[in-house]
């Protein structure tokens, strides 16, 4: 009797060490992304996520970081993810449109939300349980995982002064834009951002867009197409990190905080070093780059841009309730966040002009 209770506590000893053995094992994952290893601040989203993770762990949950030079599949990223390939992944829901066009808008849509007004729609209008509905099919839980802010128009060859100026040419320009461009007579393409530069100078392509001036000037575009022209089509581009859901669900509960708190801080750090960037190379451009031409898109032009998006969109969400339901829900939110927007920082730069 003595012995079968001794071996019942040494049984019970064994499976609380087993148990707290468990609890310190270390966590070990992958993340692929979208965008080459020097692609700031792309990039460092995500070595900054990782860094943070490890060090609220105490090291005992990492996270490997794959650049698209590694995995070789930059749009790829979902899949990956959804088949377990990759724990996370780091990209941009619109390139994935023709998969699945739910995914499109929680990257940005043209005359959509700036970024402090979609940041609000994510985390508290909304946004964030109709991001984890679409996403759910795939079996992905997916997060904002930094934002641009409003990007440039692109670069071109030549100036654009009418429609007819834009027929014809082939465009760099991923998304919704893309099939807004394609319906004023564009070729348009997607090319991984390691491609551009050289797709642009063998004259594969006319145009292109990609960022704004701090990740465009040090790219070179403007060596080969001088013409640089404002925004329209992605005023608050954000991307995301992808988390397959099986493995999130497997995290402790501390661990789950700790990626929560790491990846919603590393996106609001890539904004503010995005937009510190972009000052930075505007403050140079008249005096480092004297022939770069800053231009805004013809009135007519931007007419017609905004009537292809408005018949796309009714087209698009005919037979797509879900489509349907995300729009209405950022349109709705954007006529009540633009108004505070246009009192309190459109007021406030028009009169310090």
């Known amino acids: 009797m003595k012995i079968t209770k001794v071996l019942g506590t040494l049984g019970l000893v064994a499976a609380l060490a087993i148990s707290a053995q468990a609890a310190e094992k270390k966590v070990r994952w992958k993340i692929a992304t979208t965008w080459g290893p020097t692609a700031v601040p792309f990039s460092s989203a995500v070595t900054n996520m990782a860094a943070m993770v490890e060090k609220m762990s105490g090291g005992k949950f990492t996270i490997r970081v794959d650049a698209s030079n590694k995995h070789k599949a930059p749009f790829g990223i979902l899949d990956m993810v959804k088949l377990g390939q990759y724990e996370m992944g780091h990209s941009a829901s619109y390139y994935w449109k023709g998969k699945d066009i739910n995914l499109m808008p929680f990257t940005t849509m043209p005359f959509g939300m700036t970024t402090p007004e979609q940041n609000s729609w994510f985390y508290y209008g909304g946004g964030m349980e109709l991001m984890q509905k679409a996403y759910a099919k795939h079996k992905v839980y997916s997060y904002p995982g930094g934002n641009t802010g409003n990007q440039m128009g692109g670069w071109f060859r030549k100036e654009i002064n009418s429609l007819d100026d834009l027929k014809g040419l082939k465009m760099r320009i991923p998304g919704f834009a893309g099939e807004v461009m394609a319906e004023l007579g564009l070729t348009v393409t ?117 009537a292809a998006n408005k018949k796309l969109l009714a087209e698009k969400t005919k037979g797509q309730p879900m489509l349907k339901e995300i729009l209405d829900s950022q349109n709705a939110y954007m006529k009540k966040a633009r108004a505070w927007t246009i009192l309190s920082d459109f007021n406030y730069l028009k009169d310090n002009l």
């Open 190 to 306: 997607n090319i991984p951002s390691g491609e551009l530069y050289t797709s642009l100078e063998r004259g594969t392509i006319d145009a292109l867009e990609w960022v704004g001036p701090g990740m465009d000037i040090r790219m070179g575009f403007y060596k080969v197409a001088p013409y640089y022209y404002t925004g329209w089509h992605e005023p608050g581009t954000e991307l995301q990190f992808l988390v397959n859901q099986k493995k999130f669900n497997k995290l402790s509960d501390a661990n789950k905080e700790i990626l929560r708190v790491a990846m919603r801080t590393a996106a609001y750090d890539m904004y503010t070093e995005n937009y510190y960037m972009s000052a930075e190379a505007w403050a140079k451009i008249k005096t480092d780059y004297p022939d770069i031409k800053i231009k805004t898109f013809p009135k007519p032009v931007m007419d017609a841009m905004k």
